[in-house]
């Protein structure tokens, strides 16, 4: 299977960007699908994940109320829309599948995405 991350780039503090990855599997909505993401010289973080039809939901304390996960299970792509960032935002996102919900044990995911750059300048 492959999942591609895309939608990130640079943006100024308040600003949005949307985050997509679409996976070429078409056992796409037997998974839950997590955000993962990596700051340099920090450990890979799990900021927002949702289940398999959409029915759970996961967000990391630090975007509650900023991001929104969503899911298109007909086009096989999972969304990460993020608002009002912030310079800690900065990271390298990854999105991943998981055939469990357990979503903050990394090793629960069997597929990532290559990353996309989510840069936030203040």
């Known amino acids: 299977v492959q999942l591609q991350a895309s939608g990130g780039g640079s943006v100024q503090a308040g600003d949005s960007l949307r985050l997509s990855c679409s996976s070429s599997?078409?056992?796409?909505?037997?998974?839950?699908m997590g955000w993962f993401r990596q700051a340099p010289g920090k450990e890979r973080d799990l900021v927002s994940a949702?289940?398999?039809?959409?029915?759970?939901?996961y967000y990391a304390e630090s975007v509650k109320g900023r991001f929104t996960i969503s899911r298109d299970n007909a086009k096989n792509t999972v969304y990460l829309q993020m608002g009002s960032l912030k310079p800690e935002d900065t990271a390298v996102y990854y999105c991943?599948?998981?055939?469990?919900?357990?979503?903050?044990?990394?090793?629960?995911?069997?597929?990532w995405g290559q990353g996309t750059q989510v840069t936030v300048s203040s």
């Open positions: 599997a078409r056992t796409f909505g037997s998974y839950a």
């Open positions: 949702i289940g398999r039809n959409g029915d759970r939901i």
């Open positions: 991943a599948r998981s055939r469990n919900w357990n979503p903050s044990n990394a090793r629960t995911y069997d597929a």
